[in-house]
């Protein structure tokens, strides 16, 4: 039914009580007792049989709003609309006509099929109050539920002119612009309400949120807004909107421009520069960002400054964290200026963590990096990122050789924290341990607790280590390629990386029939790619699936394959032959959703 029978008991009642104050008490709880029998009915469904019982109940007190109404939904639900009709019929007083009842009349005409009468009983509701904004807006309603949206906007536009205020229905007008695809029309009733009411560009922005997926919306508002931007320059409203409309175009360049100039016109002495920097780097505009951070960093006295320093730095940290040796050491740069300039700023602890997380990981000073962390964990021994530290710490006694030195930093952590993603990193790393030290049982006691929680970070680092321990136990009882697939490992975890290929090369040709062979090769190419030899860690991965056709590492070895062509080789084309091959020979592969993603970004498609 177009409405539901939710109405309580209680509504009935009281309009029973208030109706005829004069009745019995008796006759109006039979009434009571009735009415609710029906609503269970019609609450069931079953409105053919709850039917009698409101025909009895209007017969009676036809004056009772909630009997007619009730009814007239059962008519209409039964396809019984000339007793609909006939009961709107019964209400409606020639003398002084009901725009709300023609309106209905005129719909439950259109439901029976007789437009022409339904298009009637509309322009006489019109007529029956045509100075009252009331009226124009019963009729449309009416028609938006129809979906007539031509008719509906044609009433509202009718209303402007018959009341002389073309600030009416002006929000509405707007909304059903927009769902009739009239996108620029749409975009003009917006434009209009905000050169009003400009506070209220949030709420303009919601109810746009819907269309943002059509690129006629996003370019006919563009459209819109640049024309308002060059007649009132000086109005921030429109600058915001045009903006937004340019982020959600994903033109970000445009978008800084107009920031630029907001940053400017509203003295924000670059705050709307960070805002807008900090979501064009979330969004992987980097070069939008770091010219909205550069433009900071050229003002004097800003309040954001140190911000702004901090952000550069971590911006070209992420493009370090691709690889980028340049950026890494811009990255650096930034955050000694940063811990130079402010040094009792409350981002320092973090700059110096991230400083040492570089130094370590990227740049591979592992001597810098202790001693930063070092510095780190003297001056803010409580701070969050300090146990951060402490995990790191560990980390470097591994890069050392210290075996001894980075179990117990991993334990310790492990003891204070005991649950979060910072406690399974540190029980992951003494899964790791135990996995160079040869102690396979103590490594799988470790792993069995991390996999447990599917949702953990290291969850899926963990059950891949798992498999890889238990499908390549022997055949000797000392498990002898396993330990030296696990001592080569340990090379490469530290930094070691011409040793371990040179281990694993060695180890190749002494399992070509052990199960562990295929693990053996992809981790050779890795290795190659890290020591700078993409060309030959590609060859290996290409080959993979057909040197290993019953391996589960295939879906693996393919989808390395490309991110080299992709990211080392700038081979786009190549790379997205191969990530098309994983997706037509392995789709139940868990990489799948990464792959689509690579392939929209490396076609230009959104994401």
């Known amino acids: 039914m177009r409405r539901g029978f939710a109405r309580t008991f209680y509504l009935a009642a009281l ?25 269970q009915l019609l609450r069931s469904g079953q409105y ?13 007190r036809p004056d009772v709003y909630v009997f007619y109404d009730r009814l007239k939904q059962v008519y209409e639900n ?111 009733s917006y434009r209009e309400f905000l050169q009003q009411d400009a506070r209220r560009l949030g709420f303009v922005q919601t109810r746009l949120e819907p269309f943002m997926d059509e690129a006629a919306a996003r370019e006919a508002g563009i459209a819109v807004f640049e024309r308002a931007v060059r007649r009132e320059p000086l109005n921030p409203a429109f600058r915001q909107m045009l903006a937004w409309l340019y982020l959600r175009n994903g033109d970000y360049t445009r978008a800084l421009d107009v920031y630029r100039a907001l940053d400017r016109l509203q003295q924000a002495q670059g705050q709307l520069l960070l805002q807008f920097a900090l979501q064009a780097r979330d969004a992987g505009a980097l070069d939008a960002a770091r010219a909205a951070l550069e433009d900071i960093l050229r003002q004097s006295g800003t309040s954001v400054l140190p911000e702004a320093h901090y952000e550069l ?34 981002l320092v602890p973090d700059a110096l963590y991230r400083l040492a997380r570089l130094e370590l990981d990227v740049l591979h000073h592992p001597q810098a990096a202790d001693s930063l962390l070092t510095a780190l964990l003297d001056r803010y021994t409580d701070h969050e990122v300090a146990w951060q530290a402490r995990f790191d710490q560990g980390r470097l006694a591994l890069q050392a050789g210290d075996l001894s030195a980075a179990r117990l930093a991993f334990l310790r952590l492990l003891d204070a924290r005991r649950t979060g993603p910072l406690a ?84 190749q040709q002494d399992v070509s029939m052990h199960p ?88 230009g498609e959104d994401a």
């Not at 008796?26 to 009571?32: C, G, Q």
């Not at 100075?131 to 979906?147: A, F, I, N, W």
């Not at 290993?548 to 991110?563: G, I, M, T, V």
């Open 424 to 507: 399974e990193a540190a029980r992951y790393q003494l899964a790791l341990l135990d996995f160079y030290d040869g102690a396979f049982e103590a490594a799988l006691a470790q792993l069995d607790i991390l996999v447990e929680d599917a949702a953990s970070d290291v969850a899926n680092d963990a059950l891949a280590l798992r498999l890889l321990i238990q499908e390549n136990r022997g055949p000797d009882s000392l498990d002898t390629p396993l330990r030296r697939y696990a001592q080569a490992r340990l090379l490469m975890d530290r930094n070691r990386l011409e040793a371990a290929l040179d281990s694993l090369n060695a180890l």
């Open 313 to 346: 730095g971590r911006l070209y940290e992420q493009q370090a964290l691709g690889g980028d040796t340049t950026a890494a050491r811009l990255a650096r740069r930034m955050y000694r200026d940063f811990l130079a300039a402010f040094p009792g700023h409350p």
């Open 516 to 603: 562990i062979a295929d693990d053996v090769t992809l981790l050779r190419a890795r290795l190659l790619r890290r020591l700078g030899r993409p060309t030959e860690a590609l060859a290996l991965l290409l080959e993979f699936p057909l040197r290993y056709p019953r391996s589960p590492l295939r879906d693996q070895s393919l989808y390395e394959a490309a991110r080299i062509q992709e990211e080392d080789l700038r081979d786009h084309a190549a790379a997205l032959d191969t990530y098309t091959r994983l997706l037509t020979e392995f789709p139940g592969s868990p990489l799948i959703p990464e792959v689509r993603t690579r392939i929209r970004n490396l076609r």
């Open 15 to 39: 309009l029973l009580t208030l109706s005829a104050p004069s009745r019995a008490q008796a006759p109006d709880s039979l009434l009571m007792v009735r009415y609710r029998a029906a609503e």
């Open 78 to 188: 039964l396809k019984r609309y000339d007793d609909a009709l006939r009961l709107i019929e019964s209400r409606l007083d020639a003398r002084a006509p009901n725009p709300a009842l023609l309106a209905e009349k005129g719909r439950l005409l259109y439901l029976k099929g007789d437009e022409a009468g339904a298009e009637a009983a509309w322009e006489a509701a019109i007529q029956a109050a045509p100075q009252q904004s009331g009226t124009y807006r019963v009729v449309y309603q009416t028609l938006l539920e129809l979906r007539r949206f031509d008719e509906a906007i044609r009433v509202l536009e009718r209303a402007r002119r018959t009341l002389s205020n073309p600030s009416v229905f002006l929000l509405d007008l707007a909304y059903l612009y927009s769902l009739d695809g009239r996108y620029e029309e749409a975009m003009e």
């Open 48 to 60: 053919q049989q709850a039917l009698p019982l409101l025909e009895a109940l209007y017969r009676e």
